[in-house]
């Protein structure tokens, strides 16, 4: 079974940064696709961005594109979301998530953690 257990999350002022963290444990890493996810209140959550196990095109919702990266270290199991220049139209709960490469049925999610940014 893979547990995500994401931190990082917190109050920031509009234009500042946060790193967002997501450690995967339980199966093998590079069997997955990871990405982020948020949900804001009262709205569906969306995607924020993907990564692939070789880290190469990741991909990134319109709204996030420029500002915020997603990067994965294979070696210690964890996927991070760099997010740069917050708007306080970012404020939401993050969600790390995880695809199995040969079903995609079969994904995770974390418990979240919150990002609000004061403007």
């Known amino acids: 079974q893979v547990q995500l257990v994401e931190s990082g999350g917190g109050l920031v002022q509009a234009g500042g940064s946060l790193r967002l963290s997501c450690a995967f444990t339980?199966?093998?890493?590079?069997?997955?696709?990871m990405g982020w996810f948020r949900q804001a209140p009262g709205k569906e959550r969306e995607f924020v961005a993907s990564?692939?196990?070789?880290?190469?095109?990741?991909s990134y919702a319109n709204s996030v594109k420029g500002r915020f990266t997603i990067s994965r270290d294979n070696a210690e199991n964890t996927v991070y979301l760099q997010m740069s220049s917050l708007k306080p139209d970012d404020t939401a709960v993050y969600y790390c998530?995880?695809?199995?490469?040969?079903?995609?049925?079969?994904?995770?999610w974390g418990q979240g953690t919150q990002v609000t940014v004061s403007s």
């Open positions: 998530n995880a695809v199995w490469i040969l079903n995609s049925g079969v994904n995770y």
């Open positions: 339980g199966r093998t890493f590079s069997s997955y696709t």
């Open positions: 990564i692939r196990w070789s880290g190469v095109n990741p």
